[in-house]
């Protein structure tokens, strides 16, 4: 909630200046308020083929700048609904980040599972169980949406013509520059 707050005051904050210099501010967000704008989206809980409810908690946020992403670890629980068979699992991901003008969000994109192990009744599971379980979460967390402008911003940067650049990562946090529409 901070960090969706801090977001908001700092576009608010920038756009004024923006109609009135003719030049961009930037927006930012170190992470820990990223770390805080993940959290508020879990545990996501999902059906999967109907047969499997999945949830999915405990996000833990890395920076990695050299490839302009962001690296999570989640703990991913699972139940087949047929069986009654429970596992549970750990996936490391990384993705970018983009900002979706169309609704203002700031959303994961290119997500990638760099591991995922899950274990039932102490036995590892293998093969298809593995890459069935990567393709879910590279799908589940595609295009999810980590933080929404309020409809006041998103109106008070349309009513100004204002664009947002391609989100950079850095050592600390995210950045992203507001400036106007090229005509």
Known sequence: MAAALAAGALLVAGLPGCAGLGGSRTVALSESELALLLARQFPMERKVLEVIDLQVANPV??????????????????????????????????????????????????????????ESGGNTLHGAAQRLGTLVAEDLLENMALYRMKPSQADEMNSLNLEASAIQVSAQGISMSISPKAR
């Not at 703990?75 to 609904?81: E, K, N, Q, T, Y």
Request: charged fraction near 30%.
């Open 61 to 118: 946020l890395r920076l990695l700048p050299d490839s302009n992403r962001l690296a999570t670890e989640l703990d991913v629980f699972a139940l087949d609904r047929l069986f009654g068979s429970r596992v549970q699992g750990h996936v490391k991901l990384d993705y970018g980040l983009r900002f979706e003008a169309s609704d203002h969000t700031i959303r994961m994109t290119s997500v990638r599972v760099r591991d995922l192990a899950f």
